[in-house]
């Protein structure tokens, strides 16, 4: 799972990503061209903790987050304006976050203006969309056939003269197979953080931003960046004192990771051997032979059944043998639905 993070200038997105992440990155460090920041977490998850107990493989892996601070928009521009090669680079990840200043500019004093950066930030996205449609729809007038996908184009462009991101039209799965190339930015999946100073942590958001959110159908998140950020340095047995004591219920790297696979609707399925235990994400309602091509390109192409008990029910019996003799461990078809939780071990053959 790869998430972008970007924003306005000043916005603290470079705070925040160093909050999720636990690095130190520079805040305002991007002096050269293409310059992004890069920086992974393990996604925690106490059934591949339990699971490693029990089998004590050689190693566990956890899933993971790969987070992308993008450079600010550009200063030249007013800071409103992103970079096309930013925007370039944004295609590449499966959800976008902006980050949205909620405290007065640290440089010129100005009060938060959070409705006007999402409204603007919105229109870059929308408008680098319309430039790469207009581009295809100039070629596709040039070439004989390709009605279909003329079509299609002529429905986005509507769309975006409106104003409206592409995400929130429908889509059959021809149709998105069919726009699948041109990493459409209005069509990611987009949430909202807004930074906020100490004082407002604990404070809803703002009525303004609920309503924009609300109209556009998007989650949207409160937190401290600076905060944040000195969480993320205390040692584990200090980190949970301190959220006590300033009332947060948990770090924003615990709440971002069940914000961002609410977003992208996703879940983890385990499997396990003497070698590793291992938490696999995949998108809910994957079958079971797309989850067999997550471990490896050959056990989808040589799926024969895929062996199932859930991880409640292991540990509620304690082996595979008696959880097949309760029915709980099952063989099943290309065709199951795999679920959050699964323990999964592929037969195959190639």
Request: with cysteine; glycine share 8%.
């Amino acid at each position: 799972m790869k998430v972008g993070i970007a924003g306005f200038p000043r916005s603290g997105k470079t705070t925040i990503f160093n909050a999720l992440t636990g690095q130190h990155a520079t805040v305002g460090g991007f002096t050269e061209p293409g310059k992004v920041h890069l920086g992974a977490i393990k996604v925690p998850d106490p059934r591949v903790d339990r699971l490693g107990a029990i089998f004590h493989p050689r190693k566990t892996t956890y899933a993971e987050i790969v987070f992308v601070d993008f450079p600010p928009a550009s200063e030249a521009a007013g800071g409103s304006a992103l970079e096309v090669t930013t925007l370039t680079q944004m295609r590449e990840t499966d959800a976008l976050v902006q980050v949205v200043r909620g405290f007065p500019d640290d440089a010129t004093g100005a009060p938060p203006d959070p409705v006007r950066d999402l409204c603007n930030f919105k229109s870059e996205l929308v408008l680098a969309d319309l430039v790469l449609i207009e581009k295809r729809l100039e070629r596709l007038r040039k070439e004989k056939g390709k009605e279909r996908e003329r079509a299609l184009l002529d429905r986005c462009k509507a769309t975006l003269e409106e104003e409206r991101p592409l995400r929130r039209m429908p889509w059959t799965p021809e149709e998105t197979n069919t726009l699948a190339g041109f990493g459409f930015l209005s069509r990611r999946p987009f949430m909202v953080q807004l930074n906020v100073s100490e004082a407002d942590v604990l404070a809803p958001l703002p009525v303004g931003v609920a309503e924009w959110l609300a109209a556009e159908d998007v989650k949207g998140l409160v937190l401290s960046g600076k905060i944040e950020m000195e969480i993320a340095a205390l040692e584990a047995e200090d980190r949970q004192a301190f959220l006590e004591d300033i009332g947060l219920p948990a770090p924003a790297r615990d709440r971002f990771i069940t914000a961002a696979y609410e977003l992208l609707d996703q879940i983890s399925f385990l499997t396990r051997s003497e070698e590793e235990v291992r938490a696999w994400t995949i998108a809910r309602g994957a079958t079971a032979v797309k989850a067999a091509g997550k471990v490896h390109s050959d056990m989808e192409r040589g799926f024969i059944r895929a062996e199932v008990v859930h991880y409640d029910d292991f540990v509620r019996y304690g082996s595979d043998a008696k959880c097949r003799e309760a029915g709980k461990l099952r063989l099943e078809g290309k065709d199951y639905v795999v679920q959050d939780g699964d323990i999964v071990h592929v037969r195959f053959n190639v």
